[in-house]
């Protein structure tokens, strides 16, 4: 695509988002908070996975941990702007992913997925059963959602779902959109050749395990907003968020929509969205449905929806050069 | 004046003495070979002096400072560059991006959140110019895995060189080539480092000979000669343990 297409694609989907509450009503803007919440949880998930080669069990402690900091802030601050809520999300994640780095930036591989699998079992306990803090099995909700406020200039009431839903996606979208640059940047060149080559980007003159902390950090950081909207949009922040399940659902989602584009992610947390909504209209069982799609996009398209795309562009286009080329050679996970 | 030296350098895996008492010394400007039979130590002497571990013994001075044990990014932000006996790339970025690494960690930019990449024109024409004189702009948004191995290699060398150092090592840089490649790939050694300091290991006698200045003799890890290349071509104790076995 060129840049014209994208920014007109990019344009409309904006303008769709925009009218969506109108178009469908304030209900069904439900769905598309939650699949915005995921789809970052997603993309910041795969940050680490897709860009950086590291494959981690443990990402929800980070959504986890954010949902927690701005339940609490809401919960014990009088008064807390909803904002520095968000903050408190967003630097609740930061904080813990500085207290894992020092140990996590120097390992890969199984390691590096079994270690954040024993991390986030443990946060899990302890948000079970630190009763006074986290409010044990029941979790924390109820707290006040304060209005967005810029003093003197305007006040927004955040109980109305519409309102809220401006917000959040403001929010989301405005991570998306970081995220997706810092991949452009020089930086997000380093990630990638770690990913590739972690010994020789030693020898090109960069540090290895810096840049592993410091997209690390990134990454949870913008796990933690994520987190964070859903413990507002919810109003209640409770163990499962930062559980085993929570944290399959980004890599679920990253398979599923694909791991080498940025916006694969993005298509998996539509997808299993869609699945959704259809699926518990007919039957319970959404998690049959949602493991043979998973079957499926492994056995036969390891590239994800992305693949599938790329194929069909391909054949339309009758070009295989390019992602979709280089998918079907294959080995997209770690090294 | 040496650039490079070490002295006393002695390296063991697990007890396995693979470095005894090497002492290198090469000269600011020269292009000096190292020779030497199979399990000799070359890559293992590099891999000291380049920082992939610390020797168990021994000191290393580079531009007169000692870096004995320094990391490979210190080593490269010294001025060193060095290449692989086997190719080791960034396989799913193209050629254009695998040399941008090295252009961009020789302008420093390293944490840029700011800047898209791509943007930075400087930094692209720079990479685009070094992929010209290596012969490798039509392959330019190839993934590395992608190239003929004969360009792969050519990549893997100029990836050493890309970040502009003062003194490159190159590990066996003609491995695996064709004797086309071979001759192309010489040409493009001798134009690459052209003003600089050159360390090169390397297995055929006929690259050694029209690119070395100097040539040091790796033998059961310990330096069995050094000297100009005729007075090695003479030198008794070589032709029996090297010299001897690759020509007879
Ligand atoms: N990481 C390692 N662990 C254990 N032994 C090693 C290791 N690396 C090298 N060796 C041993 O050290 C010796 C020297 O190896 P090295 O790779 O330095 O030789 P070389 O001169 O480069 O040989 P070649 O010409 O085959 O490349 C060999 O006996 C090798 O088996
Ligand atoms: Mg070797």
Not at chain 1, 176 to 203: C, E, H, M
Not at chain 1, 232 to 239: E, V
Not at chain 2, 115 to 143: A, F, Q, S
Request: net charge positive; with cysteine; glycine share 10%.
């Amino acid at each position: 695509m060129t840049r014209r297409v994208k920014g007109i694609v990019g344009g409309v989907i904006l303008v769709i988002l925009a009218l969506y509450p109108w178009l469908f009503g304030i209900y069904f803007t439900n769905v598309i908070v939650t699949c915005a919440i995921f789809a970052l949880f997603a993309v910041s998930y795969n940050l680490l996975l897709g860009y950086t080669g590291l494959f981690s069990f443990g990402h929800a402690m980070f959504f986890g941990a954010g949902g927690y900091a701005t339940a609490l802030a809401l919960t014990h601050i009088e008064g807390c702007p909803l904002l520095v809520a968000l903050l408190f999300g967003f630097l609740g994640a930061v904080a813990l992913a500085l207290l894992l780095s020092p140990i996590v930036a120097r390992l890969a591989h199984s390691a590096f997925a079994m270690l954040h699998l024993a991390f986030s079992m443990l946060l899990y306990t302890l948000a079970l059963k630190l009763r006074g803090i986290t409010g044990g099995e029941d979790g924390i909700g109820g707290f006040p959602i304060p209005p967005f406020r810029i003093p003197g200039v305007v006040s927004v009431d955040m109980t109305d779902p519409l309102n809220f839903y401006y917000f959040a996606m403001a929010v989301l979208c405005g991570s998306l959109w970081v995220a997706w640059f810092l991949t452009k940047t020089p930086f997000g060149q380093i990630i990638v050749s770690v990913r590739d080559n972690d010994k020789r980007v030693d020898y090109m003159g960069f540090k290895v395990p810096q840049t592993k902390a410091i997209i690390y950090t990134l990454s949870c950081g913008f796990a933690g907003i994520a987190g964070s909207i859903y413990a507002m949009f919810q109003n209640l922040i409770s163990a499962a968020a930062l559980g085993i399940a929570q944290s399959f659902a980004p890599i679920v989602m990253t398979m599923v929509g694909g791991v080498i584009s940025f916006f694969g992610p993005i298509w998996g947390a539509v997808i299993f969205a869609v699945i959704e909504e259809l699926t518990t209209r007919y039957t319970e069982r959404v998690q049959l449905v949602e493991g043979l799609i998973l079957i499926i996009v492994i056995l036969f398209f390891p590239g994800g929806f992305i693949h599938i795309v790329a194929i069909v562009k391909g054949k339309l286009l009758g070009f295989t050069r390019g992602k979709g080329a280089g998918l079907i050679k294959g080995k997209w996970f770690g090294k | 004046m040496n650039i490079l030296e070490t002295k006393g350098l002695y390296h063991d895996f697990n007890r396995l003495e693979v470095l005894f008492d090497v002492n290198l010394k090469v000269k600011e400007g020269e292009r000096h070979a190292i020779i030497g039979p199979n399990g000799a130590g070359k890559t293992t002497l590099f891999n000291v002096i380049t920082g992939t571990y610390a020797p168990s013994r021994g000191a290393v001075f580079f531009k007169g400072e000692v870096v004995t044990g320094a990391k490979p990014h210190r080593m490269v932000r010294l001025g060193m560059g060095r290449s692989f006996q086997i190719t080791s790339t960034f396989n799913r970025l193209t050629a254009f991006q695998n040399i941008r690494m090295g252009v961009l960690s020789r302008r420093g930019i390293r944490f840029n959140f700011f800047r898209k990449v791509d943007k930075m024109e400087d930094i692209t024409r720079e990479t685009d110019e070094i992929l010209k004189r290596i012969n490798l702009y039509g392959e330019r948004n190839m993934p590395a895995s992608a190239l003929s191995y004969g360009k792969h290699r050519s990549l893997e060398i100029s990836m050493a060189l890309a970040t502009d150092p003062d003194v490159v090592m190159l590990d066996e840089p003609t491995a695996g080539m064709s004797k086309d490649e071979t001759r192309y790939a010489v040409e493009l050694i001798r134009k690459l480092t052209e003003g600089k300091t050159a360390v090169i290991i390397e297995h055929d006698m006929d690259v050694v000979f029209s690119l070395a200045d100097h040539i040091t003799v790796l033998h059961l890890g310990t330096i069995l000669a050094s000297g100009p290349p005729d007075k090695i071509r003479k030198n008794k104790a070589v032709k029996d343990a090297y010299l001897g076995e690759m020509e007879g």
